[in-house]
C-alpha cells in the first residue's frame, strides 16, 4: 500500500474535515478525496462519514487508527534521526492535562524548577474532562496527564506519584476544630460540595450524602478553585485531598482535620502516551515530574 494514503487517513482521523486535512497535509481537497476513495476502495468500508459535525470515523475506521498511527511512528522513528532534547536551550510547548485542584498543588513547584533549569520551555493546561484524552495523546496534542483518573485506555503508560488522605476544611476556629469532630457534629454543619464529574471526587460526594450531609446543609460550586475564598468566609465545611488542604491553609487561615467517615485515599498518577514513550522531551518532563513529585 502507498504509505501517502495512510497518511492522509491519519490526518482525516484528526481533523474530521477534509479541507482541514487538505491544509495541514498541503494538497487540494480533490487529491485528499481522491486519496480517500482509493483507501474505501482498499479497506471495503466507508471510514468517514460525513456528518453535520464533519467525518465522522466508522467502527471499522476507529480500530484502524492506532495501528495506522503507531506504524506510521515506526517508520518515522526509523528515518528521522532522533534529535536530542536540550532543556536548557529548548523553546519547546508541553501540554498538561489536570484539574484544577491538580494545578493548584503542581503548577507552582513545576513553574520554579522550570525556570532554573529549562527558562525557555513552555507548559500549557488543559482540562482532562474538557477532551479524548486518549486521542489528544494519540496525536502528541497533550504529552502527560495527572490526575487520579481511574479508567484509562490501555495505549497509555502510567505511575504512581503518591497517594492521600481527604481530609474536612474549615475556617480557624470553628468548632468542628475543637479536637475530633464526631459523626454527629459533622453532619450538623453545612457542607460545600465540589459538584465535579471527574472521577473520584464524584464518588467521595455521593459517599458524602449517603453518610447523611442533607441537601439542606449543603451548597455545591463547580471548580476546587474558588473552595478556600468560601469557607474561609464562611461556616461551610468542605471534604478535599490533604495536599490542597496543606496548600490552602496558611495564605488563607484555614485548618482542617480528619473527617469523622471511613473515605478511600487518593492515588494521583502521571499518564503519558505509548507513541511518546522514547521521545527525549517527553521523557524528560516525565523525569522531572516524577523527581519534583513522587512519593
Known amino acids: 500500500m502507498d504509505l501517502n494514503l495512510l497518511v492522509v487517513f491519519q490526518e482525516v482521523y484528526r481533523a474530521r474535515q477534509i479541507s482541514a486535512a487538505a491544509r495541514r497535509l498541503k494538497l487540494s481537497q480533490s487529491a485528499v478525496s481522491n486519496a480517500l476513495a ?21 467502527p471499522h475506521a476507529m480500530q484502524l487508527s492506532e495501528p495506522i498511527a503507531a506504524a506510521l511512528a515506526s517508520v518515522a522513528a526509523a528515518l528521522n534521526r532522533p534529535e536530542r532534547f536540550d532543556a536548557s536551550a529548548s523553546t519547546r510547548l508541553f501540554t498538561m492535562a489536570m484539574t484544577d485542584v491538580a494545578e493548584i498543588y503542581f503548577m507552582p513547584r513545576l513553574i520554579e524548577r522550570c525556570q532554573a533549569v529549562a527558562p525557555q520551555v513552555r507548559i500549557d493546561t488543559v482540562r482532562p474532562g474538557g477532551v479524548d484524552l486518549k486521542a489528544e495523546m494519540e496525536a502528541g ?6 490526575g487520579a483518573f481511574d479508567k484509562v485506555s490501555a495505549a497509555l503508560y502510567q505511575r504512581r506519584l503518591f497517594r492521600q488522605p481527604y481530609v474536612s476544611m474549615f475556617r480557624a476556629g470553628h468548632r468542628l476544630g475543637q479536637g475530633a469532630p464526631t459523626l454527629e457534629a459533622f453532619l450538623e454543619a453545612r457542607h460545600i460540595l465540589v459538584a465535579s464529574l471527574e472521577s473520584p471526587y464524584d464518588r467521595i460526594n455521593r459517599m458524602l450524602e449517603k453518610a447523611g450531609v442533607r441537601e439542606e446543609n449543603r451548597y455545591r460550586v463547580p471548580h476546587f478553585t474558588s473552595v478556600p475564598y468560601i469557607v474561609g468566609s464562611t461556616d461551610l465545611v468542605v471534604t478535599v485531598p490533604l495536599k490542597l488542604a496543606e496548600q490552602a491553609a496558611a495564605p488563607f487561615k484555614l485548618a482542617y482535620v480528619a473527617p469523622p467517615l471511613r473515605l478511600p485515599a487518593l492515588q494521583t498518577n502521571m499518564f503519558w502516551h505509548r507513541r511518546y514513550n522514547d521521545d527525549e522531551g517527553n521523557r524528560w518532563l516525565r523525569e522531572l515530574v516524577g523527581g519534583l513529585f513522587v512519593e
Open 38 to 58: 482509493r483507501l474505501r476502495r482498499t479497506f471495503d468500508d466507508e471510514l468517514f462519514v460525513r456528518t453535520a459535525n464533519g467525518m465522522q470515523p466508522t
Open 141 to 146: 496534542r497533550i504529552d502527560l496527564a495527572i
